[in-house]
Nanobody, 123 residues
Framework: QVQLVESGGGLVQAGGSLRLSCSAS????????MGWFRQAPGKERELVGA????????YYADSVKGRFTISRDHAKNTMYLQMNSMKPEDTAVYYC????????????????WGQGTQVTVSS
């Protein structure tokens, strides 16, 4: 069993930065691939970035490539999403999720989810 708790959301101006954290409980955190998803009002949940269990492999959606960086710290059981050069279209609820084996872009394939944290980017 893995429990996930996101933090770090808030209001930021366009061009600004935020860092989201996802703290995980459970001793098997290191064996899960992790992903950051976001969902804006009226839109489907989409994968923003993902990281392999080892941290050696990452994925980014084209819309955030070069601006967002995903990382994980096994010692702290925490995953991060550093968001720079933020845009109003980044406004959404951001969720972290965990999945056995390899990461995918399909939300239904993830086993555990956090409660979400709101990120709002003002223009």
């Amino acid at each position: 069993q893995v429990q996930l708790v996101e933090s770090g959301g808030g209001l930021v101006q366009a061009g600004g930065s935020l860092r989201l954290s996802c703290s995980a409980s459970g001793r098997t955190f290191s064996s899960y691939a992790m992903g950051w998803f976001r969902q804006a009002p009226g839109k489907e949940r989409e994968l923003v970035g993902a990281i392999s269990w080892s941290g050696s492999s990452t994925y980014y959606a084209d819309s955030v490539k070069g601006r967002f960086t995903i990382s994980r710290d096994h010692a702290k059981n925490t995953m991060y999403l550093q968001m720079n050069s933020m845009k109003p279209e980044d406004t959404a609820v951001y969720y972290c999720a965990a999945k056995r084996l390899v990461y995918t872009s399909t939300p239904d394939e993830y086993d555990y989810w956090g409660q979400g944290t709101q990120v709002t980017v003002s223009s």
